[in-house]
């Protein structure tokens, strides 16, 4: 089993910045992709920011440019810096882990709220 736990949400004012954590533990696969999707209320999950084992990345196109997603391979975390944070990317923030073998894990959330 793989634990994934998050930390690093909170309540910013727009323009304002974050960054997300999130530690793997447990029976981890070595090649893997690790990303961030977030859930509004009302809304589906969507995909955030994704980052591959040998890190390649891909990004939603409404984070571009504002957030950025890196891992610590040795420290199996995952972080997303977020930047020029805007209302709309308020909602809860889940970390998934997606190995190549096995099964996809999702963290509980985190809370991030961005205030006009």
């Known amino acids: 089993q793989v634990q994934l736990v998050e930390s690093g949400g909170g309540l910013v004012q727009a323009g304002g910045s974050l960054r997300l954590s999130c530690e793997a533990s447990g029976s981890i696969f070595s090649i893997n992709v690790m990303g961030w999707f977030r859930q509004a209320p009302g809304k589906q999950r969507e995909l955030v920011a994704v980052?591959?084992?040998?890190?390649?990345?891909s990004y939603a196109d409404s984070v571009k440019g504002r957030f950025t997603i890196s891992r610590d391979n040795a420290k199996m975390t995952v972080y997303l810096q977020m930047n020029s944070l805007k209302p709309e990317d308020t909602g809860v923030y889940y970390c998934?882990?997606?190995?190549?073998?096995?099964?996809?894990?999702w963290g509980q959330g985190t809370q991030v709220t961005v205030s006009s």
């Open positions: 980052i591959s084992s040998g890190g390649s990345t």
């Open positions: 998934n882990y997606n190995p190549v073998r096995g099964n996809s894990r």
